[in-house]
C-alpha cells in the first residue's frame, strides 16, 4: 500500500554528480520528515539528510553538508538527493525513508523505507 521507489543510483567516478530521486505512494506523508539514509558493505546504516515535509527545512549529515542537497516536489510527492563532488567513502546502498522526526539522525527511528538504490563511486 505504502510505498517508496528510489533511482538514479549508478557508477560515477570521484568528483562527479548524482541525483537520487524518491517516488511515494499511499500517503502523502504531510507530517513527516523524508530522508535518505545509507549503508555500506559491512557497516551500519547511516543518515545522510532530511527534509521537513510541511515547510521545506533540512538537515544533512556533517559528510553531506556542502556536497549534497535534499529538496521535494510537492505535487509530485518526490524526494530528490542531488550529489555533488562525490567521494569513494560515499558508496553504498541508498534509502529513501520516512519518518514522524523524533531522533532524525538515527535511521531505526524511520518509518517506511524503499528498496535501496545502489551508488558506486569509483578512484
Known amino acids: 500500500q505504502v510505498q517508496l521507489v528510489e533511482s538514479g543510483g549508478g557508477l560515477v567516478q570521484a568528483g562527479g554528480s548524482l541525483r537520487l530521486s524518491c517516488a511515494a505512494s499511499?500517503?502523502?506523508?504531510?507530517?513527516?520528515?523524508r530522508g535518505w539514509c545509507r549503508q555500506a558493505p559491512g557497516k551500519e546504516r547511516e543518515f545522510v539528510a532530511a527534509?521537513?515535509?510541511?515547510?521545506?527545512?533540512?538537515y544533512y549529515q556533517d559528510s553531506a553538508k556542502g556536497r549534497f542537497t535534499i529538496s521535494r516536489d510537492n505535487a509530485k510527492n518526490t524526494v530528490y538527493l542531488q550529489m555533488n563532488s562525490l567521494k569513494p567513502e560515499d558508496t553504498a546502498v541508498y534509502y529513501c525513508?520516512?519518518?514522524?522526526?523524533?531522533?532524525?539522525?538515527?535511521?531505526?527511528?524511520?518509518?517506511?523505507w524503499g528498496q535501496g538504490t545502489q551508488v558506486t563511486v569509483s578512484s
Open positions: 499511499g500517503r502523502t506523508f504531510s507530517s513527516y520528515f
Open positions: 527534509i521537513r515535509w510541511s515547510s521545506g527545512s533540512t
Open positions: 525513508a520516512a519518518s514522524r522526526g523524533l531522533g532524525l539522525a538515527f535511521p531505526s527511528r524511520y518509518d517506511y
